[in-house]
Nanobody, 116 residues
Framework: QVQLVESGGGLVQAGGSLRLSCAASGRIFSESPMAWFRRQTPGKAREFVATIDWDGNLTRYADSVKGRFTISRDNPKNTMYLQMNDLMPGDTAVYYC????????WGRGTQVTVSS
């Protein structure tokens, strides 16, 4: 069973940058398209942020983050990343990683807070 641990969140001023990491256990990680999601309001559904195919050749982004966020992965390290630049207060959320269809158990996420 794949376990996911997100890290790298924090408090940053608008215009700043953060790099999130998603560490996955389990060999199946390298075979799975993966994605980042975020929940901006407790109790609200998670929203899609970005996805990457199994070998990193194809990526897709939500319109709200396109041009500012970059998703990448390192399969030998079983790790996925989200480089977030030019952060805005609207990016404040708990960020989660999972397969692009949410097949695995959700981790705790990592909190990103952007101050204006």
């Amino acid at each position: 069973q794949v376990q996911l641990v997100e890290s790298g969140g924090g408090l940053v001023q608008a215009g700043g940058s953060l790099r999130l990491s998603c560490a996955a256990s389990g060999r199946i990680f390298s075979e799975s398209p993966m994605a980042w999601f975020r929940r901006q309001t407790p109790g609200k559904a998670r929203e899609f942020v970005a996805t990457i195919d199994w070998d990193g050749n194809l990526t897709r982004y939500a319109d709200s983050v396109k041009g500012r966020f970059t998703i990448s992965r390192d399969n030998p390290k079983n790790t996925m990343y989200l480089q977030m630049n030019d952060l805005m207060p609207g990016d404040t959320a708990v960020y989660y990683c999972n397969s692009n269809t949410g097949d695995y158990a959700w981790g705790r996420g990592t909190q990103v807070t952007v101050s204006s």
